[in-house]
């Protein structure tokens, strides 16, 4: 699996509002290492990061179309280059989709005036201390949070999965809170369950991964 390149991140990346619900993003890297394999494009709403969505474009391709977005609302936009290496690096812009309708050059000035580009730093991940059964169909979660929060904590995310499937059909309950009931679950099935964190920036590593089964008291 490809992590985040220990270099520096991309460099001169803009986005331009492109209608009330799409923005145009290009960048281009200050690094020349042909180990990279893609760039990430992470994106949400301003102040509510677990909406997250991410996209993925590979090297050398240094543009993506972000569509379906709220009108008139800002965004939050990380780029993270990706290889085989280890390290989060990464480059941050903020944009603002346009009213709906309204294209002229006035507004679009008005929107880029609230970029910029830095770099940043996502949380470390929380640690589960406790996962049980607590009725047949009912795990029971609870964590410790993450040692390194680098920012205002804002939401976790408990996302677990049928061993039987795979963690990208994951379903994810969301939470201020240390602990959580996932309720709902077929009583002959396996569950691995985790946890992450997500500040206004960016969202965190996932947790030690805990697996058990519903109907049984192990």
């Not at 102040?47 to 972000?66: D, G, I, M, Q, R």
């Not at 903020?94 to 050059?105: E, K, V, Y």
């Not at 804002?154 to 963690?167: A, G, H, L, R």
């Amino acid at each position: 699996m490809c992590t985040p390149i220990d270099f520096s991140p991309p460099t001169k990346a803009t986005g331009i509002p492109s209608s009330s619900t799409s923005i145009n993003v290009t960048w281009t890297s200050s690094n020349s290492n042909n180990t990279i394999q893609y760039f990430e494009v992470l994106y949400y709403p301003q102040n509510e990061a677990f909406k997250l969505k991410s996209l993925h474009v590979l090297h050398p391709t240094k543009s993506a179309e972000l569509s379906n977005l709220k009108i008139y609302t800002f965004y939050v936009i990380i780029i993270r280059p990706f290889s085989r290496d280890s390290s989060d690096n990464g480059s941050m812009i903020i944009i603002r989709t346009l009213q709906d309708g309204n294209f002229d050059n006035i507004l679009l000035k008005f929107n880029l005036i609230f970029f910029y580009t830095t770099s940043y730093i996502a949380p470390s991940a929380p640690i589960i201390k406790e996962a049980i059964r607590d009725f047949p169909n009912t795990i029971f979660i609870a964590w410790d949070p993450p040692i390194q929060m680098n920012g205002k904590l804002k939401i976790y995310s408990v996302k677990y999965f049928n061993t039987k499937t795979s963690e990208h059909e994951a379903s994810v309950h969301h939470t201020t809170h240390q602990a959580l009931n996932i309720t709902g679950l077929n009583s002959s099935m396996v569950y691995s369950v985790f946890v992450t964190v997500s500040t206004e920036v960016a969202e965190g590593p996932k947790s030690n991964i805990v697996t058990l089964q519903v109907g049984s008291s192990k």
